[in-house]
């Protein structure tokens, strides 16, 4: 394939080593969307793992998450030698696992009992999924065993959740909930169930990421998260900018200042004293 032909990215995510990233991207010479894998090094294309949908393949397209680019698309296996992804079947939904270096789906789990399903998560020890979905029309956090296809509700409450993202042991879980008309963070932990919210105010958070086992990156509409946006603020606009949030002692901090929005952030490499983060 040749680079021209996509027109940019929507969602991003590296694999485990950082030496990849996939991108959701438009596809303008067949137009559809596509997941291709690029370089993080040069930004060379290294492969399109989804040529030519069709039924022959058991899907029709990769479905699009109901909050766009502030909800991850995609997850890889702890290894790196594979790709989760959601795809419209029908009337249904179907998580795809799929090998990024054969290009042949491992797995595909047709999800009927959820609707809407989005933002898959596999966790660090590679056996089950977390996504968002739908059930009686209230938004929730699920959990799917990869090897016998179970489902579990995790959050069962009454506001909208999305994005989940396990922490680096596995043993709590960060979301998006809606509360009061916004989105913020919260965590869960795993064991007791118990649900703790992360950040406050009026202003829009989009998902997390974590930058370390104790700090998370993510977009926020804020000036500052900790204080409400004034009506002459909140009038030029919800522009997402790039924060951190230390899950030690709450110190918030701000890393961009862009006008036209940052989202979708990703941790490229963790190594040495300045990890490198990439963003849409």
Request: glycine share 8%.
């Amino acid at each position: 394939p040749e680079k021209s032909q996509y027109t940019g990215a929507i969602s991003i995510e590296p694999s485990p080593s950082g030496d990849l990233i996939a991108v959701a991207t438009g596809n303008r010479r067949d137009q559809e969307l596509d997941i291709i894998l690029v370089s993080s090094k040069d930004g060379e294309l290294v492969s399109n793992l989804t040529p030519g949908f069709d039924m022959d393949r058991g899907f029709e397209y990769i479905a699009y998450p109901s909050l766009s680019n502030m909800v991850p698309w995609m997850s890889w296996s702890p290894v790196g030698d594979r790709l989760a992804y959601f795809v419209r079947n029908e009337k249904y939904k179907t998580l795809i696992v799929q090998n990024v270096l054969t290009g042949k789906i491992d797995r595909r789990f047709n999800i009927e009992s959820v609707d809407n399903p989005e933002s898959p998560n596999i966790s660090p020890d590679g056996r089950t999924a977390l996504f968002s979905g739908l059930r009686s029309a209230t938004g929730d956090i699920f959990k799917l065993d990869l090897d016998s296809g179970e489902i579990t509700n995790l959050t069962n409450d009454e506001f909208a959740d999305y994005a989940p993202v396990h922490s680096p042991d596995g043993r709590f879980v960060v979301y998006l909930a809606r509360i009061s008309g916004s989105q913020k963070l919260f965590r869960l932990d795993v064991d007791s169930g118990k649900k703790t919210q992360l950040t406050f105010g009026t202003q829009d958070e989009a998902a997390a990421k974590f930058l370390d086992a104790d700090t998370l990156v993510f977009s926020s509409t804020a000036t500052d998260p900790a204080t409400p946006l004034t009506p002459d603020v909140a009038r030029n606009g919800n522009i997402f900018n790039l924060w951190s949030l230390s899950l030690k002692n709450g110190e918030l901090r701000q890393y961009t200042d862009a006008l036209g929005g940052v989202l979708s952030p990703v941790v490229l490499s963790k190594e040495g004293a300045a990890p490198r983060l990439a963003f849409v």
